[in-house]
T-cell receptor
Framework: AQSVTQPDIHITVSEGASLELRCNYSYGATPYLFWYVQSPGQGLQLLLKYFSGDTLVQGIKGFEAEFKRSQSSFNLRKPSVHWSDAAEYFC?????????????FGQGTILTVHP | SQTIHQWPATLVQPVGSPLSLECTVEGTSNPNLYWYRQAAGRGLQLLFYSVGIGQISSEVPQNLSASRPQDRQFILSSKKLLLSDSGFYLCAHSRSLSLGLYEQYFGPGTRLTVT
């Protein structure tokens, strides 16, 4: 079965520190991969996506993610975290083809930022 | 630009009462539409998706149903709510980037509490 796993339920970092949120996928073929961010009580905002090509993708708000086929991973990174980055982050995948863009989500990682 | 609306924003309903949540999209035509549910402490689960008027696919067996009476309108319903229907309901639409590749955008969500 297709699945997306985010191993870390909750991560705490200090403001200005670097950040890496982990995401692993299990699909028959390489899926299309996404990272979304959700502030409390809000909808989801697309941070970045990977379809093909360059394995390091840049997104909004200074985030980037690296696709590693050998590790079935798509980890999200940010060099220096700001207090406003505190939110919940979701990794998602889509099989493409005739899946009509349906997304499978990981369980989410809650990011807390200490001043 | 595309905008997605959901209402109501919050809803408190007693067990056994009916439900109707509405989602509308502006700025696009013939979108794929999706309903997700986010239960407390859990990720997002796809409930329904629609690729056209009157075309509804259900992803999980449940107490809910969906309808798409117009191109840019997606409705989530129930005849009798259960306590387990409580959660945060998100509507999304997708933009096709190329064959098989879609980018999903989410609405602000509806918080449903069944008492």
């Amino acid at each position: 079965a297709q699945s997306v796993t985010q191993p870390d339920i909750h991560i705490t970092v200090s403001e200005g520190a670097s950040l890496e949120l982990r995401c692993n996928y299990s699909y028959g073929a390489t899926p299309y991969l996404f990272w979304y961010v959700q502030s409390p009580g809000q909808g989801l905002q697309l941070l970045l996506k990977y379809f093909s090509g360059d394995t390091l993708v840049q997104g909004i708000k200074g985030f980037e993610a690296e696709f590693k086929r050998s590790q079935s991973s798509f980890n999200l990174r940010k060099p220096s975290v700001h207090w406003s980055d505190a939110a919940e982050y979701f990794c998602a995948a889509s099989a493409g083809g005739t899946s009509y863009g349906k997304l499978t989500f990981g369980q989410g990682t809650i990011l807390t930022v200490h001043p | 630009s595309q905008t997605i609306h959901q209402w109501p924003a919050t809803l408190v309903q007693p067990v056994g009462s009916p439900l109707s949540l509405e989602c509308t999209v502006e700025g696009t035509s013939n979108p794929n539409l999706y309903w997700y549910r986010q239960a407390a402490g859990r990720g997002l689960q796809l409930l329904f998706y629609s690729v056209g008027i009157g075309q509804i696919s259900s992803e999980v067996p449940q107490n809910l149903s969906a309808s798409r009476p117009q191109d840019r309108q997606f409705i989530l319903s129930s005849k009798k709510l259960l306590l387990s229907d409580s959660g945060f309901y998100l509507c999304a639409h997708s933009r096709s980037l190329s064959l098989g590749l879609y980018e999903q955008y989410f609405g602000p969500g509806t918080r449903l509490t069944v008492t």
